[in-house]
Structures are given as C-alpha cells and as structure tokens.
C-alpha cells in the first residue's frame, strides 16, 4: 500500500486544500518550499521537499501557518504553543492519512540513514 500526502485536511471547521507545485515555480514565487494562503486556505508545497523528516517538518510549519489563522492567534507565545500543541492534535485525530504519511517518511527517513 502507498501512502501519499493527502490533498485535503481537517482543521476546524474547513478543509485545507494541498497542493504540490513543481520546484522551479517554487523558486520563482520567491525562494519558497511552501506556503500557505489564508484566503484560498491552500498549502502550497514544493513537490521535491516532502520526504522524509524534513518534508514533515515542512508541512508541518505551514500547517501551523494555518493554524494560527484558523485560531486567530495572538503574539503570546504560551498561548501560540499552546494553541499549536492542540491544533496539531486535531489535525492528526482528524487525518488518520496525513498520520500515516508522516509514519511512513520517519521510517523512509530512518532507512536512509542505516
């Protein structure tokens, strides 16, 4: 079975569309592996970066992205950690796939290495 990053998650009340785009558009966008548009509530990601730890790790930063519009965030940063920890939790609860792609690329990533 292969295990792909979803084209949609769960957050709140509304799904965030994934997109992949082809690394030179990235680079020409301006220098992105990844990007998150509150108003398409769209992540965009550079379709060469999302293996391993460090696609996760990617991911993840735009997602928190998300999340911090999604739960209109203010700058105190217990708060922000807060609200990210429980943000992140309902985005794994809610996407049992997106759980299975990061399981999938730590183990990828560990394999790697040896």
Known sequence: MTVKLPTKISLGHTDINIKLIESGVALEIGEQQGSYSYRTNTIYL???RIEGAAGIDLVLHELGHAIFYQYKMQADEEHIVNSMATGYTEIFKRNPLLL???????????RRKS
Request: glycine share 8%; proline share 0%; aromatic share 8%.
């Open 100 to 110: 299975q792609w990061v399981m999938k690329e730590l183990g990828n990533n560990d």
């Open 46 to 48: 550079d379709e060469e």
